[in-house]
Every structure is written in structure tokens, then in C-alpha cells.
């Protein structure tokens, strides 16, 4: 079946240092896949997607890159501020249109 | 664009009782709706997936004569948790896709936070 493999948290960062959560998925067909970010006692919020092979998405200073032949779809981003503290999702979309999520890596960034 | 609301944000009820949550894209038509649990710090566990006007689908595992839900309009699906008991205390949020058929992205609300008693 469909699984994602996310990085463990937390991690901790200073601001303005580069962020990169990795994300590893094995799936049966072609899925899209996501990040998804969220802020303490708040649902989630899409932050990027690809749909193909190579697509890169990104938001918010935020990009991740869709590899098919490492199966990957690491986020990553250049200067992490305060305010990007927050639980990560990767998720990916199984035909049905069912999300697979990771187990979420927390980030925390200190000033 | 691509709201979801949810209502209650917070709920807190004595053993027994049912609790009723709502779900509602604000500014598009949701053809398909999602209902997940999320336990402290956990990832989320789908429970159902239901299309506007049929049955819901529930995950395997899940009791549907516990989590009933409802998906009478496009725009608004329920979650009701039947005689709740202190292990359905559980941050519940819903999604929302656009397309019929295959969803492609998932629009997640605020999500409730349920205290059984």
C-alpha cells in the first residue's frame, strides 16, 4: 500500500536558518503529493503541491520538488522566520483521492 | 478562496451524550468530504469519506453507528459522535474537495477539539 516517511522532530532552528524536512513516499501509480503546515490548535493548511514528476511547488518561500526516482518531496526553505514554527505534513493522493499523511515533523524556530 | 469552516471549534460533554459537528466549504461546492481524528501530537487517521447525497465510506476500524455522518448538501457535512465516552476526546477535522469523482486537493477546516467527560 500506500506509505510517507517524514523526518522526525522536533526540529529547532534559529531564525534565518535553512530549513530541510525530508520526505521519502512509496505508491502504486502516480500520486500528487503535498505539504501541508500546522499552527498550534488549528487544522491544516495546504502550503504547496506538485502533480507530476518534476513539478516543483512552492509558497511562501517554501519549495519542494517532486522526484520520482528517489521517490522524494523534500521541503525546504532558505531563511526560516518565528512565525514558520508550526507541525509539517507531507501527504501524498491515492486515486480514490484519499490523503496519506506522514507522522508530521514539528519545527521550532528561536529569534 | 477554498473555505472550510467547522462548528463547534471547542466542545466539552458529559459521557453519553452525542455531540454534533459541522462542516462547510464557505465559497466552493464540495462534492466529497473527509472526517479525520487526530490525537495529540499524531498524524491524522481518515474515518470517513462521504459524497454529497450517498452513504459515507468509513476507514476499517471505524464504528459508523458511533460516528454517523451526513452529507445532505454540497456545502455541509456532519460529523455526529453517538453516546460519547472519554477515548472519543479527539481533535476532529474535516476536508473538502472540489472535484467530483477524484479529489485532487483536500481543503482542511479549523478542526474541533472534543472533551468527553
Known sequence: GNSVTQMEGPVTLSEEAFLTINCTYTATGYPSLFWYVQYPGEGLQLLLKATKADDKGSNKGFEATYRKETTSFHLEKGSVQVSDSAVYFCALNDSWGKLQFGAGTQVVVTP | ?117
Not at chain 2, 472550510?4 to 465559497?27: A, F, M, N
Not at chain 2, 469519506?49 to 465510506?57: F, H, R, V
Not at chain 2, 472535484?99 to 482542511?108: L, N, P, R, V
Open chain 2, 1 to 117: 478562496g477554498a473555505v472550510v469552516s467547522q462548528h463547534p471549534s471547542r466542545v466539552i460533554c458529559k459521557s453519553g451524550t452525542s455531540v454534533k459537528i459541522e462542516c462547510r466549504s464557505l465559497d466552493f461546492q464540495a462534492t466529497t468530504m473527509f472526517w479525520y481524528r487526530q490525537f495529540p501530537k499524531q498524524s491524522l487517521m481518515l474515518m470517513a469519506t462521504s459524497n454529497e447525497g450517498s452513504k459515507a465510506t468509513y476507514e476499517q476500524g471505524v464504528e459508523k453507528d458511533k460516528f454517523l455522518i451526513n452529507h445532505a448538501s454540497l456545502t455541509l457535512s456532519t460529523l455526529t459522535v453517538t453516546s460519547a465516552h472519554p477515548e472519543d476526546s479527539s481533535f476532529y477535522i474535516c476536508s473538502a474537495g472540489t472535484s467530483g469523482g477524484f479529489t485532487d486537493t483536500q481543503y482542511f477546516g479549523p478542526g474541533t477539539r472534543l472533551t468527553v467527560l
